[in-house]
């Protein structure tokens, strides 16, 4: 989906980064090379990178494992066509904006997040650093969502409440009250769990 919104975007993909080697990637587009692991990266890195991880953790260690091979002023970001982002909404560098996503009026998405297929940041969220929007999830007005946090699919956080950094909000879930740091919170309402 990144590789594709790319191409959409008018960018020639050069390379896929996958360290499993057996993993199936289908077409590759444009003959792209298969980048076999991290440490190959740089044989494409100089035009520019984004991670189409999902996973919170293991995207998180990747940014680091980059930064430390100083190819992390590399990170583009990629915002599919059929995406809306208001004008005075801010992305980070390795942004992902997904189809259909909505990010609106002076919002702001810190690097490496995503705000996957048809999420809604409305005006003056803030996402954080290295945290996944999934599909369908909605941030109401003026919510705050700290860094290397999942907000789940279908998930929704009424206005004005925080999402510490670290926390998992589940697939469904709905947030009616600020939710700290670590914390895992499910259900409706949402309660935070164990």
Do not use: Y
Request: glycine share 16%.
């Amino acid at each position: 989906m990144v590789a594709e919104a790319a191409a959409a975007m008018g960018w020639e993909v050069v390379g896929f980064l996958d360290d499993d080697s057996d993993a199936p990637l289908g077409r590759l587009p444009n003959n792209a090379i298969r980048v076999g692991g991290t440490g190959e990266l740089a044989r494409v890195a100089d035009r520019g990178w984004i991670l189409g991880v999902g996973a919170v953790g293991f995207r998180g260690a990747l940014v680091e494992r980059l930064a430390q091979m100083e190819l992390g002023r590399g990170a583009k970001t990629v915002v599919h066509p059929s995406a809306v982002v208001s004008p005075t909404a801010r992305l980070g560098a390795g942004v992902f904006i997904g189809p259909g996503a909505i990010v609106n009026a002076r919002a702001m998405v810190m690097d490496h997040a995503i705000v996957n297929t048809g999420a809604i940041v409305e005006h003056e969220c803030v996402v954080g650093f290295n945290t996944h929007i999934a599909p369908g999830a909605v941030l109401a007005g003026r919510v705050r969502v700290g860094s290397h946090t999942l907000v789940g699919i279908g998930a929704r956080v009424l206005p004005s409440l925080s999402v510490g950094d670290g926390c998992v909000v589940g697939a469904g879930s709905v947030v009616v009250k600020s939710v700290l740091d670590g914390q895992t919170v499910v259900g409706v309402p949402g309660r935070v769990r164990g």
